[in-house]
T-cell receptor
Framework: KQEVTQIPAALSVPEGENLVLNCSFTDSAIYNLQWFRQDPGKGLTSLLLIQSSQREQTSGRLNASLDKSSGRSTLYIAASQPGDSATYLCAVESWGKFQFGAGTQVVVTP | SQTIHQWPATLVQPVGSPLSLECTVEGTSNPNLYWYRQAAGRGLQLLFYSVGIGQISSEVPQNLSASRPQDRQFILSSKKLLLSDSGFYLC?????????????FGPGTRLTVT
């Protein structure tokens, strides 16, 4: 059974620092990995999708890498801002089903 | 563009009462549809998954059920709610013309069972 782990569970950084969020999974037989952002009381917003054949994906200040063989993905957020404060979740997809990690709660202090 | 709707946004129901949550998707056809529950401070738990009309897979044994009467409509139901059914319910869809299974979420329904 696929297990997805996100470390750390919570993270607090001063504004301007780079954020590094980790996601690991136990079964490398995945098709895609997706990173989401969730604000309190809201639904999930898709940030990046990495296909299994890709090593990384970039969107603005966000960069996500994927190493299938080691079962790891990392989300980098450059030059963090207070508006980046949220919970970040990763999900791995196999055969149309998604398995989520518990998330990393991020606080960026001004 | 695609849009996903959920309603109601919040709901307070007594134990033993019925439940019906609705989700609709616009701007795509034949999507995969999902119901998740998120308990306070926890990750998402997949409840139901559907690849087409009338095709429902249940992931977790419980007193909830799901139906897909139309291609872009997904309904979550219960005949008698339990206290443990409280949580944040999220509907999502995936699919697309290139077969990429990027998943998109609705705004969610906050259910409190009293």
């Amino acid at each position: 059974k696929q297990e997805v782990t996100q470390i750390p569970a919570a993270l607090s950084v001063p504004e301007g620092e780079n954020l590094v969020l980790n996601c690991s999974f136990t079964d490398s037989a995945i098709y895609n990995l997706q990173w989401f952002r969730q604000d309190p009381g809201k639904g999930l917003t898709s940030l990046l999708l990495i296909q299994s054949s890709q090593r990384e994906q970039t969107s603005g200040r966000l960069n996500a890498s994927l190493d299938k063989s080691s079962g790891r993905s990392t989300l980098y957020i450059a030059a963090s801002q207070p508006g980046d404060s949220a919970t970040y979740l990763c999900a791995v997809e196999s055969w149309g089903k998604f398995q989520f990690g518990a998330g990393t709660q991020v606080v960026v202090t001004p | 563009s695609q849009t996903i709707h959920q309603w109601p946004a919040t709901l307070v129901q007594p134990v033993g009462s019925p439940l019906s949550l609705e989700c609709t998707v616009e701007g795509t056809s034949n999507p995969n549809l999902y119901w998740y529950r998120q308990a306070a401070g926890r990750g998402l738990q997949l409840l139901f998954y559907s690849v087409g009309i009338g095709q429902i897979s249940s992931e977790v044994p419980q007193n909830l059920s799901a139906s897909r009467p139309q291609d872009r409509q997904f309904i979550l139901s219960s005949k008698k709610l339990l206290l443990s059914d409280s949580g944040f319910y999220l509907c999502a869809w995936s699919g697309g013309p290139e077969g990429l299974y990027e998943q998109y979420f609705g705004p969610g329904t906050r259910l409190t069972v009293t």
